[in-house]
């Protein structure tokens, strides 16, 4: 079992006591020193507390388990908005949400939609269409549904507006 599905399992039941969802364990050389990093998440967004709360609660478990074989900073964190959208928990934490995907290959002029997440299945990804305001452009669209194959899917991630 790898390191990362060993804390994982470690860490899990605490996370999710914590009302968070676990989004991924990572553990990284950066700058010469080993960095264990937890992503979390929440639906009503992730916060300094949550990070704090979790964090102290799992560092003595790590420890206890003595899986690690050297010194280890440990990071618990948000993924960010603009992360990639994987797991079929992070499409359903993203249902109603504004999303951007992004194509393997161009279909119909275009190699990305936007819009609101509407549903999903093992097949496809289905989106309202909706396109930012550009002045001086008239939208293409009028909310219309379109379904994408997920394996024409390069990329889908939440759309950050401002």
Do not use: W
Not at 92 to 103: E, F
Not at 112 to 128: A, P, V
Request: proline share 4%; net charge negative.
């Amino acid at each position: 079992m790898h390191l990362q599905e060993k804390v994982k399992d470690l860490v899990l039941p605490v996370v999710e006591d914590a009302g968070c969802e676990l989004v991924d364990v990572e553990f990284v050389v950066e700058n010469r020193r080993k960095v264990l990093r937890l992503l979390i998440d929440k639906s009503e967004g992730v916060g300094i507390d949550d990070c704090t709360v979790i964090s102290q609660a799992v560092e003595p478990i790590i420890d206890d388990a003595e899986i690690m074989d050297s010194a280890y900073d440990l990071e618990v964190s948000s993924p960010g908005l603009d992360r990639p959208l994987i797991t079929e928990e992070d499409l359903n934490r993203n249902k109603g949400r504004l999303v951007d995907i992004i194509l393997k290959l161009q279909e119909n002029g275009r190699n990305s939609y936007q819009g609101s997440l509407k549903e999903f299945d093992n097949e496809k990804i289905t989106i309202i269409l909706d396109e930012p305001f550009i002045k001086g452009r008239k939208p293409r669209t009028n909310g219309q549904t379109k379904a994408i194959l997920k394996e024409d899917i390069k990329l889908i991630k939440r759309a950050i507006r401002f």
